[in-house]
């Protein structure tokens, strides 16, 4: 399994970045797959995930609204994509996927649900 993010940058609050996550060595849309983000000095936390073939979402409380996941079944790409920036969103940017569970289990956002993880993307909002 392999998971390779892009898309973070720079960007100035208010704006919008979308991240990518490339995805190979698994069935693509047959699992939970989800975005989470760690900021320096705090603990990784789960922003968004999406069940297998995309019937369900779910998002962090603090991205509703804000942020949107999708994937790409053709190209074995999820996305993440950012709106309305705040600084607080500045974090490194992971990929993961779950490995076990095609559908949402209550701790979607959880990480130690998810079994394989990519190498990040920063995202600075300044």
């Given at each position: 399994?392999?998971?390779?993010?892009?898309?973070?940058?720079?960007?100035q609050p208010?704006?919008?970045?979308?991240?990518?996550?490339?995805?190979?060595?698994?069935?693509?849309?047959?699992?939970?797959?989800?975005?989470f983000r760690q900021a320096p000095g705090k603990e990784r936390?789960?922003?968004?995930?999406?069940?297998?073939?995309?019937?369900?979402?779910?998002y962090a409380d603090s991205v509703q609204g804000r942020f949107t996941i999708?994937?790409?079944?053709?190209?074995?790409?999820?996305?993440?994509?950012?709106?309305n920036l705040k600084p607080e969103d500045t974090a490194m940017y992971y990929c993961a996927v779950d490995h076990v569970h095609a559908r949402f289990t209550g701790d979607e956002l959880k990480d130690w649900q998810y079994s394989y993880w990519g190498h990040g993307t920063q995202v600075t909002v300044s």
């Open positions: 399994v392999q998971l390779v993010e892009s898309g973070g940058g720079l960007v208010g704006g919008s970045l979308r991240l990518s996550c490339a995805a190979s060595g698994f069935t693509f849309s047959s699992y939970c797959m989800g975005w936390e789960g922003v968004a995930a999406i069940e297998s073939g995309a019937s369900r979402t779910s999708s994937q790409d079944k053709d190209k074995n790409i999820l996305y993440l994509q950012m709106n």
